[in-house]
C-alpha cells in the first residue's frame, strides 16, 4: 500500500508498506480520506515529543471496513466509518471519572499505532462509528477535530445567554470552534489571525467579523465592534504571548478565556488583572465520546461542513502540503489527503 512516512524534522517520504492485518477486535480501514492537522504539522517539524521517527502520523480520518479482526461483533465489511483516535484505558482515575481525554495512559492513532497517511489502517472497533451514505467522506474526515472545537466551545459558553465571542486563530480549530458557536446560538463570534489569506477565507463564512492581530489597533477594533456588552468569551486556538495577553485584556470582567491552542508553554500573564477581574482560565483538551458522537451528529446535520474553507488533494500531494501550511502563507483552512 502506499503510505506517507515521516522520517524526522521535515522529512516526509512516500513508501510502500504491506497492508497490516486486523488483530484481536479491531477492524482493518480502507482509509479514504485524511485531514492535516496542526498538531501533525509540529511533528513534522520535530517540535512534539510524542512522535517518535519513523511514523505514520494522521488521526483525522473516514474510509470503509474491509476485513474485521477476530472476536468482533456488530461490524461488517462495507461499513463507513470515521475513528475515534483516543484510545483510554478505562481503569484509571480520570477514566473512571469520565475524563476518558485525561486517560494515564492514553493511547492517540497517529502516535503511538500507525495512523491513516496510507491506503489501510486498522484501529479498534471500540472506537468506530458509522455514518450514513448522506454524509461525504470529506465531512466525516472533520469529526475529530470539529469534537475538540465542540468541547472547548460548550465549555466556554455554558454560562452566557447570547455570547459574545471572540476567536483568535483561523486555522481548522478556529474555524470550527467559531461556526460551532454560531450553532449553539452565539449573538456574535469573530475571528482574528495574522495570516491576511486566512482572514480572507474566514470572512466567507459569513460570521460577525474578522480581525488582522497584525493592525496596531486590533484590541480597540475589536472594543468598538463589541460594543457596550464587550466580549464574554475568547478563544485561543494560536497559543502565544501576544495571542494569550491580548485574551485577558480583552475579556469582560468575568469572562472566560479558554486554552486550546499549543503553540508554546511559558507564557507570561497579566495575573493581577485577571485577578481583580475574576477571569477564568480554562484548558481545553481532545473531548469526550459524547463529543466525538455529537461532532459526527452535527455534521451529518449539514450545520458543519468543510465547504468554502477546505480542499481536497490527493496522498502523492502530501509532502509539498506539509510544507505549504508549515510556511504560513496558504489562504486554506484545512487540507483533506484523499486516497482515491
Known amino acids: 500500500m502506499k503510505a506517507l512516512m515521516w522520517n524526522g524534522p521535515r522529512q516526509m517520504d512516500l513508501v510502500r508498506l504491506d497492508v497490516p492485518e486486523p488483530a484481536r477486535g479491531e477492524a482493518l480501514i480502507k482509509v479514504a480520506v485524511v485531514g492535516i492537522c496542526g498538531s501533525d504539522l509540529e511533528g513534522y517539524l520535530g517540535h512534539n515529543s510524542l512522535r517518535k521517527p519513523p511514523l505514520l502520523m494522521g488521526h483525522e480520518f473516514s474510509g470503509t471496513?474491509?476485513?474485521?479482526?477476530?472476536?468482533?461483533?456488530?461490524?461488517?465489511?462495507?461499513?463507513?466509518?470515521?475513528?475515534?483516535?483516543?484510545?483510554?484505558?478505562?481503569?484509571?482515575?480520570?477514566?473512571?471519572?469520565?475524563?476518558?481525554?485525561?486517560?494515564?495512559?492514553?493511547?492517540?492513532?497517529?502516535?503511538?499505532?500507525?495512523?491513516?497517511?496510507?491506503?489501510?489502517?486498522?484501529?479498534?472497533?471500540?472506537?468506530?462509528?458509522?455514518?450514513?451514505?448522506?454524509?461525504?467522506?470529506?465531512?466525516?474526515?472533520?469529526?475529530?477535530?470539529?469534537?475538540?472545537?465542540?468541547?472547548?466551545?460548550?465549555?466556554?459558553?455554558?454560562?452566557?445567554?447570547?455570547?459574545?465571542?471572540?476567536?483568535?486563530?483561523a486555522g481548522p480549530i478556529g474555524i470550527l470552534s467559531a461556526l460551532t458557536a454560531q450553532v449553539l446560538g452565539a449573538a456574535k463570534v469573530w475571528i482574528m489571525d495574522k495570516n491576511e489569506r486566512r482572514l480572507q477565507t474566514a470572512a466567507r463564512l459569513q460570521l460577525s467579523g474578522a480581525f488582522s492581530s497584525g493592525d496596531s489597533d486590533v484590541a480597540e477594533q475589536v472594543r468598538l465592534a463589541a460594543g457596550s456588552r464587550g466580549v464574554d468569551v475568547v478563544l485561543d486556538a494560536a497559543g502565544f504571548q501576544p495571542t494569550r495577553e491580548l485574551a485577558i485584556r480583552l475579556l469582560n470582567p468575568g469572562g472566560i478565556f479558554m486554552n486550546i491552542g499549543l503553540g508554546i508553554d511559558d507564557t507570561v500573564l497579566p495575573i493581577n488583572h485577571a485577578i481583580r477581574s475574576e477571569i477564568e482560565i480554562r484548558g481545553s483538551f481532545c473531548y469526550s465520546p459524547q463529543d466525538f458522537s455529537d461532532a459526527l451528529c452535527l455534521l451529518e446535520s449539514g450545520k458543519i461542513g468543510s465547504e468554502q474553507w477546505s480542499t481536497v488533494r490527493t496522498l502523492e500531494d502530501g509532502i509539498a502540503s506539509f510544507e505549504e501550511l508549515v510556511s504560513g502563507q496558504t489562504s486554506i483552512g484545512k487540507i483533506l489527503l484523499s486516497m482515491d
Open 65 to 169: 471496513i474491509v476485513s474485521i479482526g477476530w472476536d468482533v461483533k456488530g461490524w461488517s465489511v462495507g461499513d463507513r466509518v470515521v475513528a475515534n483516535p483516543l484510545i483510554a484505558c478505562g481503569t484509571c482515575p480520570r477514566c473512571v471519572r469520565g475524563r476518558p481525554n485525561l486517560c494515564d495512559r492514553r493511547q492517540i492513532v497517529g502516535i503511538h499505532r500507525p495512523g491513516a497517511y496510507a491506503e489501510y489502517t486498522t484501529v479498534p472497533v471500540s472506537c468506530l462509528q458509522k455514518f450514513p451514505d448522506s454524509l461525504s467522506f470529506e465531512d466525516a474526515a472533520l469529526t475529530e477535530p470539529l469534537a475538540c472545537a465542540l468541547r472547548a466551545v460548550r465549555r466556554s459558553i455554558a454560562d452566557f445567554p447570547l455570547v459574545q465571542m471572540l476567536v483568535i486563530g
